[in-house]
């Protein structure tokens, strides 16, 4: 199977062992990611500041290179390049007028055909996989944290439940892990505007869902987002300052967690560039179920 | 709150340049509270988004003022919790983002908003030239802008170590499709 596949920003720098992860694991399952070529930035939160035209061509233009290559599908693994590129495709679909208007600044034909996929719903079609490719030994309590963009606006991200998504539980469970229940999954981290204006804010947010994530007794918070991997995990001095507490939960993405589920070697899925440190305790004991253990 | 007699509704009140632009009509509002309940931080605001909500249905000068002079419109963070749980499917965070745009324009925005709005500049510039973004050179662009050169020193030095920071840029190859589509739409003010 081919996909579209459009890194972002981010995965190119910052978030690189998001992309080193996404790729390791994809290799696994056998999906092959066809990058759009000579992608652009999708404009983040700062280009409707300057013009929503602005905004809408940046995605615009990444769809139509997508079209253009011959992608009906595209994945977008950062949760928030996925929402911006998912909202403008939702935006042109059906709108022949808008496509129209949007080609001639982008210089580009574009016919609303493209959608937009985030990690989780790629890798819930592979569910089955996961599983066979694991020998579920990874039987580590997770704390899957989803945050704001992949379920929200609902409109746009079109995606799992709103208020308690169940669809990483799931992927992480066929990997043989045990997802925590808990209530932070939906939370906002912090990031909007404020990564770097309000350090203080974000803390405060953040340190809130590793708190609850640490109460839950996981041993790592899985997320698909690199702003909520990024808060939770370089921002940890700031948030255990906060907390007054020393919390070492480290903050993997799914892909890296798949990743190790399956075996792949730690460095080809970049858990070395993660700020806290990648140390998991022994999994969970194995349970023996028995016939009359009838699973729910 | 004082109460205000309907002759001094104004028919360019922000209410109404609201609905005009984002279509969201606040008089759908019916002050529930479940927006704020929910919002990570309406305990931060001086006023929470369903009382920035409940002075635009006044549609009265001074309280339009209070508004667009507020913290608490550049402290959403857009995480659309209040718009997706409220029962009128008020699309608060669009009108927060409005909010802040109209209160630049009007010359009325918090001091506290300098960094943010420095912030969207430097990042802006950085796509604009390169097509995408180059982290470092973003940041540095930000911190002279915003004289907060030092912070952050340590962290950045972290990342470098870590081979998350890249020193050159990875641009875009068709630079100029970029450029053209950046003049299409803002004429070419970055
Ligand atoms: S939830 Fe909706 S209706 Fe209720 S106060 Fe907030 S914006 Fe108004
Ligand atoms: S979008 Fe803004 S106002 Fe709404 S809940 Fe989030 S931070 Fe609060």
Redesign the pocket.
């Known amino acids: 199977m081919r996909i579209g596949y459009y890194p972002g920003c981010s995965l190119t720098s910052s978030a690189r062992e998001y992309d080193e992860s996404v790729r390791a694991v994809c290799e696994v399952l056998d999906l092959t990611l066809v990058e759009i070529p000579d992608w652009n930035c999708c404009g983040a939160s700062s280009a409707h500041v300057a013009s929503e035209e602005l905004a809408l061509s940046l995605r615009a233009r990444n769809l139509a290179l997508a079209e253009a290559a011959g992608l009906d599908e595209i994945l977008a693994p950062c949760a928030a390049c996925f929402s911006r590129l998912a909202s403008a495709s939702v935006e042109l679909a059906d709108n022949p007028q808008k496509c129209q208007a949007v080609s001639e600044v982008v210089g580009m034909p574009y016919s609303g055909g493209v959608k937009v996929l985030n990690m989780l719903a790629v890798l819930e079609r592979f569910k089955d996989e996961i599983a066979a490719k694991t020998d579920q030994s990874f039987r580590h309590k997770v704390a899957c944290y989803y945050g704001c963009l992949l379920v929200r606006p609902t409109k746009v991200a079109q995606f799992d439940r709103v208020e308690d998504p169940q669809s990483m539980d799931q992927i992480m469970a066929a990997a043989g892990a045990k997802p925590v229940r808990w209530s932070s999954k939906t939370e906002?981290c912090g990031t909007?505007l404020s990564t770097i204006t309000r350090t203080e804010l974000v803390a405060n947010l953040s340190g809130r869902i590793v708190a609850d994530a640490a109460k839950r007794e996981a041993v790592a918070i899985v997320t698909a987002c690199p702003m909520c991997q990024t808060n939770l995990d370089m921002r940890r001095p700031e948030i255990n300052q906060k907390l007054q507490e020393e919390h070492r939960i480290p903050v993997l993405y799914v892909t890296q967690a798949l990743g190790l589920a399956m075996g792949i070697d730690p460095q080809r899925l970049g858990l070395h560039r993660n700020m806290v440190p990648v140390e998991l305790p022994e999994p969970e004991p194995e349970v023996v179920t028995t016939d009359d253990d009838d699973e729910d | 709150m004082s109460s205000i007699s309907h002759h001094d509704r104004q028919t360019t009140s922000l209410a109404n340049k609201i609905q005009e632009v984002t279509g969201v009509a606040l008089q759908n509002c019916y002050q529930c509270g479940k927006?704020a309940a929910?919002?990570?931080?309406?305990g931060d605001m001086e006023m929470p988004?369903c009382q920035v909500l409940r002075l635009l249905q006044y549609e009265s000068p001074d309280y339009d003022r209070r508004v667009l002079e507020s913290e608490s419109i550049w402290?959403?963070?857009?995480?659309?919790?209040?718009?997706s749980r409220c029962p009128q499917t008020i699309n608060?965070?669009k009108v927060?983002y409005f909010l802040r745009e109209e209160a630049v324009r009007q010359g009325l925005a918090h001091p506290k908003s300098k960094d943010a709005q420095a912030f969207h500049k430097a990042f802006l510039g950085s796509v604009a030239r390169h097509g995408r973004l180059h982290e470092i050179g973003m940041l540095m662009n930000y911190k002279v802008r915003t004289g907060h050169l030092f912070q952050d020193m340590t962290l950045g030095s972290k990342l470098y170590q870590k081979g998350k920071l890249e020193l050159l840029p990875h641009g875009v190859k068709d630079k100029a499709a970029v450029k053209k589509l950046f003049k299409r739409t803002t004429g070419n003010k970055e």
């Open positions: 906002c909007g | 927006c929910g919002c990570p931080v309406a988004s402290l959403c963070l857009s995480c659309d919790t209040c718009h608060t965070p927060m």
